[in-house]
């Protein structure tokens, strides 16, 4: 699943591509870390799932440290 467009989550809008989460009523926006961000997409693409650690970290990281 592609959510690079963004997506919502609760009350605010995730916009993966800018780097920042929007509050849903606009006036609220906060700067959110690379990986911080690719953690948040990889468990909103599998919402209501279990995600392993070691799924998380080969999916975000990869082979770096």
């Known amino acids: 699943m592609d959510l690079s467009d963004g997506f919502h989550l609760g009350d605010w809008q ?3 591509l800018e780097g920042r989460i929007v ?4 006036g609220d926006s906060r700067r959110v870390r690379r990986k911080a961000m690719d953690v948040l997409c990889v468990l909103a693409a ?3 799932q279990v995600v392993e650690r ?3 970290l080969a999916e ?6």
Request: aromatic share 6%; net charge negative.
């Open 54 to 56: 070691d799924d998380l």
């Open 23 to 26: 509050a849903a009523d606009g």
């Open 14 to 16: 995730v916009l993966p």
């Open 60 to 65: 975000v990281w990869g082979r770096t440290a």
């Open 46 to 48: 599998r919402a209501g």
